[in-house]
Every structure is written in C-alpha cells, then in structure tokens.
C-alpha cells in the first residue's frame, strides 16, 4: 500500500471523502468547497500538518450532534 495520500483517488475511496466532506462543511461552513480538487488539497494539507485525526474527530462531532437532536 502507497503511504503517500497525493496519489490517492477519491472517487476510489468514497468514505475517506465522505470523511473530508464532513470536515470541510464543519470546518469553513458557507465557504466550503466540495469540489475534488479542494477535497484532496484539503487532505494533503492536513497529512502535511500531522492533523489527519481531525478528520475523525470532525466525524464524531457530527454524530453527537445527530445523536442529541
């Protein structure tokens, strides 16, 4: 397995985007971007900066929200 995200696809990976979609809309609300570039650049950026448990975290923060409705 290639431990490198830049050559990952995400239309091979539908729950890692689902994962990042979650992010981006948390993250930047109105101002999120969904397309596939802003996906994966989101993704390297956060592989870079050692912060990809946020995408988990981002996860959980959703369904606590679902949980509590």
């Known amino acids: 397995m ?6 990952m696809d995400l239309g091979l990976t539908p729950f890692t985007r ?3 979609v979650n992010y981006i809309r948390i993250q930047y609300e109105e101002n999120a971007d969904y397309r596939y570039e802003a996906l994966r650049a989101e993704l390297l950026l956060l592989q870079r900066e050692n912060r990809l448990a946020e995408l988990f975290l ?9 949980g509590s409705e």
Not at 2 to 7: G, I, P, S, W
Not at 58 to 66: F, I, K, R
């Open 2 to 7: 290639n431990e490198n995200l830049e050559y």
């Open 58 to 66: 981002a996860e959980e923060q959703s369904n606590w929200y679902v």
């Open 18 to 20: 689902e994962l990042l």
